[in-house]
T-cell receptor, first 112, second 111 residues
């Protein structure tokens, strides 16, 4: 069966510090991968998605970037965090368009 | 453009009450439709899905029917429990690589 992991689960970082969040998927190959951000009490904002190694589509111009160095690894990064980057970050995977997405447990990021 | 609209929350019900959370969609093609549930501090879990018109998705007592004529996918449950308290998201996916989520509806069930 397929499993999706995210780490860390919780992170507190000062403004201006770098960020690296990692997501890995097990039990499937060539998945579509997604990064979402969820502000407190709000809906989901799609940040990036990837249909293959090295292929990244950005949905919202911002302080963040994403990379996919391996088939089942998706990384969210920032060189300098802003207060507005605080939120709950969710990684998800799917088999492709029209299929359901499966979500990881999320990373709670607080920028102080 | 493609989008999902779901009813504003929070919805507060007593245990064993009937639940309906409305969801309507706009799509340029023939989408697959989903309901997800999110418990506090957790990721989203797929609750049910329907891939074509008139399909009924069901799971854990929850049901939703894909209504093409009304572009709707309302979530229903006959008798809610306290453990059903969570945020529910309606979503659609077309034959490309994006999902569209509604804004979420928070459900509070009181004993």
């Amino acid at each position: 069966s397929q499993t999706i992991h995210q780490w860390p689960a919780t992170l507190v970082q000062p403004v201006g510090s770098p960020l690296s969040l990692e997501c890995t998927v097990e039990g499937t190959s060539n998945p579509n991968l997604y990064w979402y951000r969820q502000a407190a009490g709000r809906g989901l904002q799609l940040l990036f998605y990837s249909v293959g190694i090295g292929q990244i589509s950005s949905e919202v111009p911002q302080n963040l970037s994403a990379s996919r160095p391996q088939d089942r690894q998706f990384i969210l990064s920032s060189k300098k965090l802003l207060l507005s980057d605080s939120g709950f970050y969710l990684c998800a995977w799917s088999k492709g368009g029209g299929y359901e997405q499966y979500f990881g447990p999320g990373t709670r990021l607080t920028v102080t | 453009g493609d989008s999902v609209t779901q009813m504003e929350g929070p919805v507060t019900l007593s245990e064993e009450a009937f639940l309906t959370i409305n969801c309507t969609y706009t799509a340029t093609g023939y989408p697959s439709l989903f309901w997800y549930v999110q418990y506090p501090g957790e990721g989203l879990q797929l609750l049910l899905k329907a891939t074509k018109a008139d399909d009924k998705g069901s799971n854990k007592g929850f049901e939703a029917t894909y209504r093409k004529e009304t572009t709707s996918f309302h979530l229903e449950k006959g008798s809610v429990q306290v453990s059903d308290s969570a945020v529910y998201f309606c979503a659609l996916s077309l034959n490309f690589n994006k999902f569209y989520f509604g804004s979420g509806t928070k459900l509070n069930v009181k004993p």
